[in-house]
């Protein structure tokens, strides 16, 4: 670290981050227990005083250029150390928030993460453009007053009502709109945690496994500290499974998953298991975060409350459109497809790009980086020795 | 013990309770303004904590001599009455003229006493030796100290082996009694002082320095022990997992001070107490390394002074971080200390023989009567008036600041006496 200038503070950025959860940092007197106390804190990558310090001296440029807050998968032990009372855990939470509202570039993230209002108020508007699409006269071809004539109320026919090639191809408009979102976001921490340094090319191929590893698996969360940590993780891995299967379903599978009327198909028994994992795991978070007795649910930002309270509503209003599609009432059908749909798509949009649910990209990104910046340091370390010899 | 109370000066009275370096000190400069004093003791002998120790600092001498010119004092002193082995049980009055009863336990051991040991030698039982920090034992008949004032042997009845006096019959001199009873005994007085002192903070309760877990985790007052001569390894530094000496030691800074989580403040002496104990490590084991961890080092006012000519030489480490985990290599008996660098931030676990936790002071105000008020950490305010605290239980300090403390209560007892004494 260079350690000649600290520039001058941010004050912007020290208000920013006090806000999104990290209150209690100004009381951090520098003592370091929390580093030696982290299980993940290794001797290349120290957190969290690192970045107590930089959040306290409002040291924005080099926040915005650290893993650490990523590296972290808040066990608190460090918190729990802690004898100021300062909460690095929580503090690293609310850095969390802060890159992820600060990579993206519309300005939206942080907004969104700064008021409530604003986070609900986007979810409700997107809400109601999906719902305007169903229920609009000819809205784009399909609801109740579409084009091909109203669905027919004597049985299910939800191709009438919503075509499975229009739903598939707005599916498909969606996953793209949050790919391009998301990795334009992605592509600026990269550039964050990259500038400046010399890095060698290859090693961005060499370091690519740890990326992939780290994205599907989140296997450095099981050498976290707390007791608490292995049930978090393995919980976690099946919401990952959850999501991905339903992403799977809904984006690539939609012409067979979308049953149009009151039959059967098999790839409904991969929608149950999704189903089923989500049910089970937002509720058991949500639980947890209203006991709050792990240290990880002890303080919980709107955000916290909103990305898994959504991801419930998404996963009980597809089972119940399922129920009711299998008994064969049209208008229920039709009216739940709809206000699945508004909660789904709002989610997505708000949460994939600009939310938590960014992380999904944000992690293993960060991991992988800080695996590289680590690489690139010990090599030029080991010119650095080398041509000290030949000097000698 | 002898009393040369004036009939004149009854009611004059002051009562220092703890016999420690603060009491001692309060009660002799009382005398010396013509006021009679009770001075009574909790344990057998004079001397408190401070005289427990190897040296203080900062001029790294023992106490024990100091202590020995303050007995002298008090011995030639026909003003102060010295009871041990007592307790304030009832404090009644008001400031000016209080009721104090005492309750005095039995020693078992009379002014016949010379020490000639005769009865430990046939004592079949034995105690947990609570000066050592119980790191080892005597006999149920024991001398509390070397320097022991009232210089008599003592007899922990608790310990003893039922319907034994092996001890009666060995003494030559008729000193001991194992029928004593328990006393009462009521003095009228215009104030008391408070010296009772400080006890250590329990090092278990700090779970992540592994003191009680991994074996070689002592703290500081431990460490005073072990290098003392009258201690359990006479003045031998050994490590206690195998009895050699250490050849890396870690001195861990704020072992639960300034913690929210255990002591909220800084007990200012225990970064001098540590750079004092590394003085005599390596003047013991030269070959010993020592490193301190410290968050910030405090040696406040002319200690710096202190510090500056102990770290003069580089002989010690000094590590800004505060230690967060201790772990015990369990088949080395070595540990591993875990802490971050702060001014370079490296992470770094080292192993080390021994670690010595700098444990704070807590301030002992059990059992004494209400009308004391000790603030938000439990030391004692002297807000009220004809009740004061002296030493370290009114704050944390060193020796020369507790018996400073105890002048300055001294003198606000002596203005209680004083506005009883009639006008003219």
Redesign the interface.
């Given at each position: 670290m260079d350690t000649t200038s600290i520039g001058r503070p941010d004050n912007d950025f020290i208000q920013d981050v006090l806000g999104l959860g990290g209150e209690d940092l100004k009381k951090c007197y520098q003592c370091a227990a929390c580093t030696s106390a982290c299980s993940l804190s290794t001797e290349q990558n120290g957190f969290p005083r690192k970045e107590m310090l930089m959040a306290q001296w409002g040291m924005k440029d080099r926040t915005i250029e650290d893993p650490g807050p990523w590296l972290c998968y808040y066990c608190g032990d460090c918190s729990k150390v802690c004898p100021r009372k300062a909460n690095p855990g929580e503090t690293m939470m609310a850095l969390r928030r802060y890159l992820t509202s600060y990579y993206d570039w519309t300005g939206l993230s942080r907004r969104m993460y700064r008021s409530g209002i604003w986070e609900i108020g986007f979810l409700l508007l997107m809400a109601a453009v999906v719902i305007a699409l169903f229920t609009l006269p000819h809205g784009f071809g399909f609801g109740l007053l579409a084009r091909s004539g109203p669905a027919p109320l004597t049985h299910v026919m939800l191709d009438r009502f919503a075509p499975v090639a229009i739903a598939h191809r707005a599916d498909q408009i969606l996953a793209l709109f949050l790919a391009v979102f998301l990795l334009s976001n992605a592509a600026r921490m990269f550039f964050f945690l990259t500038r400046g340094r010399k890095i060698p090319v290859g090693l961005y191929f060499t370091y690519l496994p740890v990326f992939a590893l780290h994205g599907l698996t989140q296997i450095r969360w099981k050498s976290c500290g707390s007791a608490e940590t292995t049930k978090n993780w393995l919980r976690h891995l099946f919401l990952v499974t959850g999501y991905a299967t339903m992403f799977l379903l809904v984006v690539i599978f939609l012409p067979w998953f979308q049953v149009q009327n009151n039959s059967f198909h098999w790839t409904s028994f991969l929608g149950y298991y999704a189903t089923a994992v989500l049910l089970i795991a937002t509720t058991w978070i949500l639980i947890d975060r209203v006991r709050k007795q792990d240290e990880i649910y002890r303080y919980s930002h709107i955000s916290d409350w909103l990305f898994p309270i959504l991801l419930f509503l998404t996963a009980l209003s597809g089972i119940l459109l399922n129920v009711l599609r299998l008994m064969d009432l049209p208008m229920p059908t039709y009216v739940l497809y709809t206000v699945h749909w508004a909660i789904a798509a709002p989610m997505l949009i708000v949460e994939v790009p600009f939310g938590k649910w960014a992380h999904l990209i944000y992690r293993p990104l960060a991991i992988y980086l800080a695996a590289v910046r680590n690489k690139a340091e010990e090599l030029s370390a080991e010119k650095k020795v080398d041509l000290s010899e030949m000097v000698a | 013990m002898a009393n040369a109370r004036t009939p004149q000066s009854e009611g004059l009275d002051i009562l220092v309770l703890g016999g420690g370096v603060a009491g001692i000190s309060a009660a002799i400069e009382a005398t010396e303004a013509s006021c009679n004093v009770t001075l009574i003791e909790k344990s057998p002998t004079l001397g408190g904590r401070a005289v427990r120790n190897h040296q203080y600092f900062p001029k790294l001498c023992p106490p024990s001599c100091g202590m020995e010119i303050n007995f002298q004092r008090i011995r030639k002193n026909p003003r102060i009455h010295v009871i041990t082995q007592a307790e304030l049980e009832r404090l009644e009055g008001v400031p000016g003229d209080f009721q104090a009863t005492l309750k005095i336990a039995p020693r078992h051991v009379n002014a016949n006493c010379t020490q000639c040991g005769a009865c430990a030698v046939v004592c079949p039982a034995e105690r947990p030796d609570e000066v050592n920090c119980g790191l080892s034992r005597t006999k149920s008949a024991y001398l509390p100290s070397l320097t022991a004032y009232p210089p008599w042997y003592a007899i922990d009845r608790q310990a003893c082996v039922e319907g034994c006096h092996a001890c009666v019959d060995a003494c030559q001199y008729a000193a001991i009694d194992l029928q004593q009873q328990p006393e009462r005994k009521t003095v009228r007085v215009a104030a008391v002082v408070a010296a009772t002192g400080w006890e250590s903070y329990d090092a278990t309760k700090i779970a992540?320095l592994g003191f009680g877990r991994c074996r070689n985790v002592v703290t500081n007052v431990m460490m005073e022990r072990m290098a003392s001569l009258s201690g359990p390894t006479q003045g031998k530094i050994l490590r206690p997992s195998d009895d050699q000496p250490p050849r890396s030691v870690a001195f861990v800074q704020?072992a639960g001070s300034?913690?929210?989580?255990?002591l909220p403040y800084c007990s200012a002496v225990c970064c001098s107490a540590s750079l004092k104990q590394t003085t005599y490590l390596h003047r013991q084991l030269p070959e010993c390394k020592t490193t301190l961890f410290y968050?910030d080092l405090r040696t406040p006012g002319l200690l710096q002074d202190f510090y500056s000519k102990v770290t003069a030489d580089g002989s010690v480490r000094l590590i800004?971080?505060?230690?967060?985990?201790i772990e015990e290599d369990a088949a080395t008996g070595d540990l591993i200390v875990?802490?971050?660098?702060?001014l370079?931030?490296?992470?770094?676990s080292t192993r080390f023989d021994m670690a010595v936790l700098a444990t704070g002071m807590v301030p002992n105000t059990q059992g004494l009567p209400e009308g004391f008020h000790p603030d938000e950490f439990g030391f004692l305010t002297n807000e009220d008036k004809g009740l004061y605290g002296a030493g370290c239980v009114h704050r944390p300090s060193e020796v020369v600041s507790s018996i400073r403390d105890a002048t300055g209560a001294a003198l606000r007892a002596l203005q209680c006496v004083v506005e009883g004494l009639p006008r003219g």
């Amino acid at each position: 670290m260079d350690t000649t200038s600290i520039g001058r503070p941010d004050n912007d950025f020290i208000q920013d981050v006090l806000g999104l959860g990290g209150e209690d940092l100004k009381k951090c007197y520098q003592c370091a227990a929390c580093t030696s106390a982290c299980s993940l804190s290794t001797e290349q990558n120290g957190f969290p005083r690192k970045e107590m310090l930089m959040a306290q001296w409002g040291m924005k440029d080099r926040t915005i250029e650290d893993p650490g807050p990523w590296l972290c998968y808040y066990c608190g032990d460090c918190s729990k150390v802690c004898p100021r009372k300062a909460n690095p855990g929580e503090t690293m939470m609310a850095l969390r928030r802060y890159l992820t509202s600060y990579y993206d570039w519309t300005g939206l993230s942080r907004r969104m993460y700064r008021s409530g209002i604003w986070e609900i108020g986007f979810l409700l508007l997107m809400a109601a453009v999906v719902i305007a699409l169903f229920t609009l006269p000819h809205g784009f071809g399909f609801g109740l007053l579409a084009r091909s004539g109203p669905a027919p109320l004597t049985h299910v026919m939800l191709d009438r009502f919503a075509p499975v090639a229009i739903a598939h191809r707005a599916d498909q408009i969606l996953a793209l709109f949050l790919a391009v979102f998301l990795l334009s976001n992605a592509a600026r921490m990269f550039f964050f945690l990259t500038r400046g340094r010399k890095i060698p090319v290859g090693l961005y191929f060499t370091y690519l496994p740890v990326f992939a590893l780290h994205g599907l698996t989140q296997i450095r969360w099981k050498s976290c500290g707390s007791a608490e940590t292995t049930k978090n993780w393995l919980r976690h891995l099946f919401l990952v499974t959850g999501y991905a299967t339903m992403f799977l379903l809904v984006v690539i599978f939609l012409p067979w998953f979308q049953v149009q009327n009151n039959s059967f198909h098999w790839t409904s028994f991969l929608g149950y298991y999704a189903t089923a994992v989500l049910l089970i795991a937002t509720t058991w978070i949500l639980i947890d975060r209203v006991r709050k007795q792990d240290e990880i649910y002890r303080y919980s930002h709107i955000s916290d409350w909103l990305f898994p309270i959504l991801l419930f509503l998404t996963a009980l209003s597809g089972i119940l459109l399922n129920v009711l599609r299998l008994m064969d009432l049209p208008m229920p059908t039709y009216v739940l497809y709809t206000v699945h749909w508004a909660i789904a798509a709002p989610m997505l949009i708000v949460e994939v790009p600009f939310g938590k649910w960014a992380h999904l990209i944000y992690r293993p990104l960060a991991i992988y980086l800080a695996a590289v910046r680590n690489k690139a340091e010990e090599l030029s370390a080991e010119k650095k020795v080398d041509l000290s010899e030949m000097v000698a | 013990m002898a009393n040369a109370r004036t009939p004149q000066s009854e009611g004059l009275d002051i009562l220092v309770l703890g016999g420690g370096v603060a009491g001692i000190s309060a009660a002799i400069e009382a005398t010396e303004a013509s006021c009679n004093v009770t001075l009574i003791e909790k344990s057998p002998t004079l001397g408190g904590r401070a005289v427990r120790n190897h040296q203080y600092f900062p001029k790294l001498c023992p106490p024990s001599c100091g202590m020995e010119i303050n007995f002298q004092r008090i011995r030639k002193n026909p003003r102060i009455h010295v009871i041990t082995q007592a307790e304030l049980e009832r404090l009644e009055g008001v400031p000016g003229d209080f009721q104090a009863t005492l309750k005095i336990a039995p020693r078992h051991v009379n002014a016949n006493c010379t020490q000639c040991g005769a009865c430990a030698v046939v004592c079949p039982a034995e105690r947990p030796d609570e000066v050592n920090c119980g790191l080892s034992r005597t006999k149920s008949a024991y001398l509390p100290s070397l320097t022991a004032y009232p210089p008599w042997y003592a007899i922990d009845r608790q310990a003893c082996v039922e319907g034994c006096h092996a001890c009666v019959d060995a003494c030559q001199y008729a000193a001991i009694d194992l029928q004593q009873q328990p006393e009462r005994k009521t003095v009228r007085v215009a104030a008391v002082v408070a010296a009772t002192g400080w006890e250590s903070y329990d090092a278990t309760k700090i779970a992540n320095l592994g003191f009680g877990r991994c074996r070689n985790v002592v703290t500081n007052v431990m460490m005073e022990r072990m290098a003392s001569l009258s201690g359990p390894t006479q003045g031998k530094i050994l490590r206690p997992s195998d009895d050699q000496p250490p050849r890396s030691v870690a001195f861990v800074q704020c072992a639960g001070s300034r913690d929210a989580n255990h002591l909220p403040y800084c007990s200012a002496v225990c970064c001098s107490a540590s750079l004092k104990q590394t003085t005599y490590l390596h003047r013991q084991l030269p070959e010993c390394k020592t490193t301190l961890f410290y968050i910030d080092l405090r040696t406040p006012g002319l200690l710096q002074d202190f510090y500056s000519k102990v770290t003069a030489d580089g002989s010690v480490r000094l590590i800004k971080g505060k230690v967060g985990k201790i772990e015990e290599d369990a088949a080395t008996g070595d540990l591993i200390v875990t802490a971050e660098e702060a001014l370079t931030g490296k992470k770094i676990s080292t192993r080390f023989d021994m670690a010595v936790l700098a444990t704070g002071m807590v301030p002992n105000t059990q059992g004494l009567p209400e009308g004391f008020h000790p603030d938000e950490f439990g030391f004692l305010t002297n807000e009220d008036k004809g009740l004061y605290g002296a030493g370290c239980v009114h704050r944390p300090s060193e020796v020369v600041s507790s018996i400073r403390d105890a002048t300055g209560a001294a003198l606000r007892a002596l203005q209680c006496v004083v506005e009883g004494l009639p006008r003219g």
